[in-house]
């Protein structure tokens, strides 16, 4: 027979006297809030280049709207300003999950401020760089914004991808030769307006850079580009297509893209044809 032993009288008064003079859970802190009369709401977003910096003066900043979902009421507007904020804090200093990356020193954001009554689901919207209308990128995201409780700090964070590809060389509307040799040379920098090259922060090695050679809409030639130190743009030779196959000029396409990131730019120009030079004969 199984023989059950009972702890001692005294250990479980003890237990008893314990559960009764243990301190209550303590539930969460009540927000210090009037009942009436709500206080406006602080609430800062900040637009931010996917994997790099905040959209800053340099690129012209971004606008920001915000819209109340169930209204479809405009409740704020306006730029994104000031600096692209401190690479060394952004790009190489190991972060916490709850730790302000872009607002530990001073970068770009847009405040505003506003007057809510009730918890508002808004949509807030952001579209940039505005200085590169042909790189313009979009996003939005939906928050719930509860009456009196300010977002601050980094605030909220949308992300923009993309790459800004602009095209150096040859030159707007120049006019290409025929059966020319011809430098294609392009920039490429992230939305935020920091340079891409082998090594840096913004490793080109990483990212797929190529240009395009077309007639109309077919692609005729696809050119592996090389970085160039002293220009600080990406380069490629090739050599332009006879006049009689190009009545309507050639088109000159650089591609940029980071499978790893999702961030992907392109530029792309017409250029007339001219019919080649003729050379002048030798004199006997």
């Known amino acids: 027979m199984t023989r059950i032993v009972f702890p001692p009288l005294g250990l479980l008064l003890a237990l008893i006297l314990l559960l009764c003079v243990a301190p209550p859970a303590r539930g969460q802190t009540l927000p210090e809030l009037p009942l009436n009369g709500l206080p406006p709401t602080l609430v800062l977003v900040r637009v931010v280049a996917q994997g790099a910096m905040v959209l800053g003066r340099e690129v ?3 606008r920001v709207t915000i819209t109340d979902v169930a209204t479809g009421r405009i409740l704020a507007t306006g730029l994104q300003q000031g ?5 060394n804090q952004i790009m190489r200093t190991p972060h916490m999950m709850d730790e302000p990356i872009y607002s530990a020193r001073p970068a770009a954001a847009f405040t505003t ?8 689901l808004v949509e807030i919207a952001a579209e940039g760089p505005l200085a590169y209308p042909t790189a313009l990128q979009r996003t939005k ?35 290409l030769i025929a059966k020319a040799d011809v430098t294609l040379r392009a920039s490429v920098r992230t939305l935020s307006g920091s340079l891409v090259r082998p090594h840096g922060d913004w490793d080109s090695r990483k990212i797929r850079i190529y240009g395009e050679v077309l007639i109309r809409d077919r692609v005729i030639e ?3 580009m090389f970085y160039d130190e002293g220009s600080r743009t990406f380069e490629a030779p090739f050599f332009v297509p006879p006049s009689e196959k190009t009545p309507d000029g050639i088109t000159l396409r650089v591609i940029a893209t980071d499978l790893s990131t999702g961030n992907a730019g392109m530029d792309q120009v017409d250029y007339p044809i001219l019919s080649e030079r ?3 004969k030798s004199t006997q």
């Not at 600096?83 to 690479?87: F, I, L, N, S």
């Not at 991808?161 to 150096?168: A, H, K, S, T």
């Open 60 to 62: 012209g900043g971004a």
């Open 83 to 87: 600096e692209a904020g401190d690479q």
């Open 113 to 120: 401020t506003l007057e809510l009554q009730k918890p508002t």
């Open 141 to 175: 995201k939906t928050i719930l914004l509860i009456p009196g409780q300010d977002l601050t700090q980094d605030g909220i964070v949308l992300h923009l991808y993309g790459y800004l590809v602009q095209i150096e060389k040859p030159r707007l509307r120049e006019a």
């Open 222 to 224: 696809r050119l592996q």
């Open 278 to 280: 003729l050379l002048p």
